[in-house]
């Protein structure tokens, strides 16, 4: 393709293409500039030509049959770059665009060849050549193919407006009996969109529609929505278990789900060995009244405030009773130090002096069954270090 | 407990999947599980094994879960002593409290799976049904719910055993480091 600045603009359709694919190139230019012009805010809901103009063939087309509020300017703006890959894409459906081109713009019929052309050129040299002769008389003989208008927008549009381009597909593809083959595939590729969309979204139409050649009754239709279920049930099995995302198919998925479910089983079977051996040395007798006083304190804090409002709690104990009864809860405080607050645990320390480190080691040491008058300082000091 | 996750107002089965992960993932059910966990360890007899832990674990995680997932109902019904009567009495009545009762298991896996239905994920879909406690004669769709709920708790109690090991090793380590010292001095 040479990139061309020849002039004229030519409605002769000769037989070579140089000339015309120049002017293809030229009109893309134009609609781009036409886009980053004007195309700022609602000129597309607006249905104007120019409006039209600046949105490649299937875009105009979406629009002119199901006109909401704005085919959004950012999108076709962003489609627009790609304005020549869509131009050749629609290989089949030039007819369509352009019968759909024509409905509005009776007068401007020139305008209507002239883009019908440069959609055909743009495509294979081989079918241009023929499709082009026969293109003016198919433009005004062409029987209207409503499937293919659907199914034009559906497979470019989908990633950006799948509800309100599937509304337009059920219903254009619901008064149509027969299906072409290239609008079934454009079907059957819309249709898991759709089919998602059924199920995540609350949409007006709830039409399911079956692929060519599969039955519509009850039991695949039930059954495709089981199939939904398991799926969405993998899903969330993948996102629970770490490094499955990256995995594809079921059965590799389901290996290492079971791979991580027999790892944590065997982390709890080691656990419970290591808690045994540490067991034994513990005086529950200790554990038994500090849990039965923690019981009390503790139904009042939440998760993260539970740190704060123990110490608020251990406060007003050192001031209500003596260091006799220890009302903390003690394997708790540890755990917090240990997992959740470690700067708070240290503030702490520091705010309450002497008494805290007490409180905090009397159950520690109390588990162990050991005297705690004597020993305090000393394992204060350890205790904080360690923890 | 799960209320704010629970009271969301889209469809069941969202709610059920947010119910999974957010369930087992709230500090607020870590430490109910840590004392349920450490009444179980209370209740052990000391230096009766590493087995007779991972029961009293076992028993204390199913009990957090309240009964509403089924690994933790066959966790819970397995201990009972008197297992026939009180696993036909309590299950019908927990069942019927919580969701439609079974008349009959349906036959495993193999009825409600059609796509994924290759002879691998099946026996995949099999063996995870035998590693979750009480799963066997569960149709797909359930065990993978059933699987997740299980895998959160899993996570959950392996934290907080984890914490609970460290915590009592570093505290017996310290008490005897400190006997040994204050015999010293002394």
Redesign the interface.
């Known amino acids: 393709m040479e990139p061309g600045g020849s002039s004229g603009v030519g409605s002769g359709n000769s037989g070579t293409y140089t000339p015309e694919i120049a002017e293809s190139l030229r009109f893309e230019e134009e609609i781009q500039s036409l886009i980053h012009q004007s195309f700022d805010g609602s000129s597309a809901a607006g249905g104007s030509f120019t409006a039209l103009l600046g949105l490649p063939a299937n875009q105009a087309v979406e629009l002119l049959h199901h006109p909401g509020p704005g085919e959004p300017p950012a999108s076709a703006a962003s489609s627009s770059p790609t304005a020549g890959d869509l131009w050749r894409l629609r290989l089949g459906e030039h007819h369509a665009a352009t019968d759909a081109l024509r409905l509005p713009f009776g007068g401007s019929s020139t305008f209507v060849e002239r883009a019908a052309r440069f959609s055909v050129f743009a495509t294979d040299d081989s079918p241009a050549s023929s499709s082009g002769g026969g293109l003016s008389p198919g433009l005004k003989a062409e029987p209207p193919d409503s499937d293919s208008p659907p199914t034009l927008p559906a497979p470019a549009g989908r990633p950006r407006r799948p509800s309100k381009r599937k509304e337009c597909e059920k219903s254009k593809a619901k008064a149509v009996a027969k299906k072409s083959k290239s609008a079934e595939e454009n079907t059957s590729a819309a249709k898991p969109a759709a089919e998602e969309n059924t199920s995540g979204d609350k949409l007006p139409y709830v039409h399911v529609r079956a692929r060519r050649g599969q039955a519509t009754d009850s039991h695949s239709l039930a059954e495709r929505a089981r199939r939904e279920k398991i799926n969405a049930r993998m899903k969330l099995l993948q996102d629970l278990v770490p490094g499955c995302s990256k995995i594809t198919g079921t059965a590799l998925v389901l290996d290492e789900i079971i791979n991580h479910v027999q790892s944590l089983q065997r982390q709890v079977e080691f656990l419970s060995m290591k808690l045994a051996a540490v067991n034994p040395r513990i005086d529950f007798s200790g554990l038994d009244h500090i849990l039965s006083a923690e019981c009390g304190p503790l139904a009042v804090g939440s998760g993260c405030g539970g740190g704060a409002s123990g110490t608020a709690m251990w406060a007003s104990d050192t001031a209500a009773s003596t260091g006799g009864i220890r009302r903390m809860p003690p394997p708790q405080q540890i755990w917090h130090l240990d997992l959740v607050h470690p700067q708070q645990s240290s503030t702490v320390w520091e705010n309450n002096g002497a008494a805290h480190p007490h409180f905090l080691l009397s159950p520690a040491i109390s588990l162990v069954g050991y005297d705690p008058a004597g020993s305090v300082p000393l394992n204060s000091n350890q205790l904080k270090m360690e923890l | 407990m799960i209320s704010a996750s629970s009271s969301s107002a889209s469809s069941s089965?969202k709610k059920k999947?947010k119910q999974?992960?957010s369930k087992w993932r709230?500090?607020?059910q870590?430490?109910i599980y840590?004392?349920r966990l450490?009444?179980a360890?209370?209740a052990?007899a000391?230096?009766?094994?590493?087995?007779?832990?991972?029961e009293a674990?076992?028993s204390a995680l199913a009990l957090t879960a309240r009964g509403q997932s089924q690994w933790s109902r066959a966790i819970l019904l397995g201990r009972c002593r008197p297992r026939r009567k009180l696993l036909l009495k309590a299950g019908g009545k927990v069942r019927r409290g919580r969701r439609r009762p079974r008349p009959a298991a349906p036959v495993p896996v193999a009825a409600?799976?059609?796509?994924?239905a290759?002879k691998?994920?099946r026996d995949?879909?099999r063996?995870?049904g035998r590693?979750?406690p009480g799963c066997r004669q569960l149709s797909?769709?359930n065990l993978?719910?059933e699987?997740?709920d299980?895998?959160?708790a899993?996570?959950m109690?392996?934290?907080a055993?984890?914490?609970?090991?460290?915590?009592?090793?570093?505290?017996?380590l310290?008490?005897?480091?400190?006997?040994e010292?204050?015999s010293n001095v002394v």
């Open positions: 089965r999947m999974a992960e709230t500090a607020a870590e430490r840590r004392r450490l009444e360890l209370r052990t000391s230096g009766a094994g590493p087995r007779a832990v991972k674990a076992d409600a799976a059609p796509a994924p290759g691998k994920v995949r879909l063996v995870l590693l979750v797909a769709p993978l719910e699987a997740a299980y895998v959160a899993l996570e109690q392996v934290k055993m984890r914490a609970l090991a460290d915590a009592l090793s570093a505290a017996s310290n008490a005897a480091a400190a006997g010292a204050e």
